[in-house]
């Protein structure tokens, strides 16, 4: 079927996209209307951590879809059960609280935390995030978001969210009064540039937290399931936050995501909290799929293996061309390029003829990497070949359009 009998602009226009239509997908590869197979760097956004189309999601979905789909959320049902108890037993929280997007995670971890200020710190509500932080897109999570320009899209902001700099712990020092109810971060800065919070930091956060009695509040939308060469992010730093937000992963591709607590931070009660979809049978069958897989013998130390092997090839690279280095946690990473080729490499990148390859440039002057937590030693080298030839293509365009003027 040829693109232009594709009616794409019945869709609403939120974005720019390439004329290409994704049909079909497979472990790390993609393929286009056109047949046409991509090397998929980009895995939905860290979305699909087993690849595209894992067998054990498909049997899941297959099974589950024949028995039940939604009861309503007003009754227990058995897979929300069982998943709320694997999250537990794999973490320091207590209680669950199912979602169908890291943003609605994140904004009932908002609330959740203005919940906990208004019956222990006197109607406290403020909970401090930070410059370059990302947390959805409702009005509240992109309040608390640090994403440049964003206060002024859909102004007036939800107000409470001052901003503090990542590493720096003077700085939030500073902002803590006595509104302040929380303190809410990503353990590795996604769309910020892939920015890892320091394990002294995380440990200093969470002292200055206690001290202060305010919440700790981890958004581990991007680096929860497996992501970072553990289950959780936060277990890098040897520490235990109040709340935890799940998303992306723990779907493995489908909508689902996860609020997780401590008993003495749950506070809801009836009529505070809810959703249609929440917990449903359906999506929380492949959730239960995908933490049996990320939860078998070795498998996280398969994932630590291959980051290491990820970094040192794209810190070869960076030699080869002279950038900047690389830097991340497990298979969330970045190439720091040195100048603003980023955009240029993803579009050459994702031409590239007779495979493709996608990946994604957050920042111009970087690259960031999201592969499959099973990606092979294989595909690594593949990607870093195929972008070793992309780069040296930029690089001699550049120095053409540069002799020409």
Known sequence: MEFSQYNVNALMYIT????LVFTEGRGMWLTDHNGKRYLDYLQGWAVNCLGHSPQCITDAVVAQAGKLLNPSPAFYNENMVK?????????CFDRVFFANSGAEANEGAIKLARKWGQKNKNGAFEIITFD????????ATMSASGKPGWDTIFAPQVTGFPKADLNDIASVEKLINDKTVAVML??????????PASREFMQALRALTKQHNILLVVDEVQTGMGRTGELFGYQLSGIEPDIMTLGKGIGGGVPLAALLAKEEVSCFVPGDQGGTYNGAPLMTAVGLAVIKALTAPGFLDEVKAKSAYLSKALNTLSEQFGMEGERGEGLLRALKLG????????????????????????????LRFMPALNVSYEEIDTMISMLSKVIQQVIDEKAAASTAS
């Open 16 to 19: 720019p996209r390439p004329e």
């Open 83 to 91: 998943l709320a108890d694997q999250l537990t037993q794999h973490s």
């Open 132 to 139: 370059h932080g990302f947390h959805g897109r409702t009005l």
């Open 186 to 195: 990503e353990p590795v800065q996604g769309e910020g540039g892939v920015i």
């Open 339 to 366: 100048s603003d080729i980023g955009p240029r490499l993803v579009e050459v990148a994702r031409d590239l003829e007779p495979i493709g390859l996608l990946i994604n440039s957050p920042r111009p002057n970087l």
